[in-house]
């Protein structure tokens, strides 16, 4: 069965640069969450997107900003990047009314 | 604003042994989820079971089970006849069935002694 696809696995930036990451949803799923995962952290919800439209906001830095499209894909783009920022990002997708969210296997950034 | 609060940092049995892991939760909503979530060393987060509030019976899932208290805010996680491959971080998470974000605990590192 397909799975939440998220690219890139790997990123690696330099502080004060911009990464844009993809995530791919489970076909006909309609809502797409992401979530960042510290060191040693549990994920912390960031931001969720239902049917194109934001509909739910957690602890996403200004920095950040995300969109989903119209084939439902998602992307997080995150600008002025802090060594802080270093983290796994996951995406995770969902239909609506249902309650199994699916994740991704994650994108590892890493910020020098 | 849901809480969820995992008790124990790290755990470990022996193989072919029974464990239990904690999870205490803190809603006011009547109507949710609750999930446990396996994070191997790979990182991938994987979902082992879930339960809907409003369902009294206990899920299991092959070797999985919980046991659910709504009136104690209590969602434990009983894996028997443990494998070396249970070895993971294990996360207790909430899910209010409006919201559909997740809420997640600490975790609780699982080792698996052979």
């Known amino acids: 069965a397909a799975g939440v696809i998220q690219s890139p696995r790997h990123l690696i930036k330099e502080k004060r640069e911009t990464a844009t990451l993809k995530c791919y949803p489970i076909?006909?799923?309609?809502?797409v969450y992401w979530y960042q995962q510290g060191p040693g952290q549990d994920p912390q919800f960031l931001i969720s997107f239902y049917e194109k439209m934001q509909s739910d906001k957690g602890s996403i830095p200004d920095r950040f900003s995300a969109q989903q499209f119209s084939d439902y894909h998602s992307e997080l783009n995150m600008s002025s990047l802090e060594l802080g920022d270093s983290a796994l990002y996951f995406c995770?997708?969902?239909?609506?009314?249902?309650?199994?969210?699916?994740f991704g296997q994650g994108t590892r950034l890493t910020v020098v | 604003a849901q809480t969820v609060t995992q008790s124990q940092p790290e755990m470990s049995v022996q193989e072919a042994e029974t464990v239990t892991l904690s999870c205490t939760y803190d809603t006011s909503e009547s109507n949710y989820y609750l999930f446990w979530y396996k994070q191997p060393p790979s990182r991938q987060m994987i979902l082992v079971i879930r339960q809907e509030a409003y369902k009294q019976q206990n899920a299991t899932e092959n070797r999985f089970s919980v046991n659910f208290q709504k009136a104690a805010k209590s969602f434990s996680l009983k894996i028997s006849d443990s494998q070396l491959g249970d070895t993971a971080m294990y996360f207790c998470?909430?899910?209010?069935?409006?919201?559909?974000?997740?809420?997640f605990g600490d975790g609780t590192t699982l080792t698996v002694k052979p």
């Open positions: 995770a997708s969902s239909l609506f009314g249902r309650s199994e969210a699916f």
């Open positions: 998470a909430f899910m209010n069935t409006n919201a559909g974000k997740s809420t």
């Open positions: 076909p006909r799923h309609d809502t």
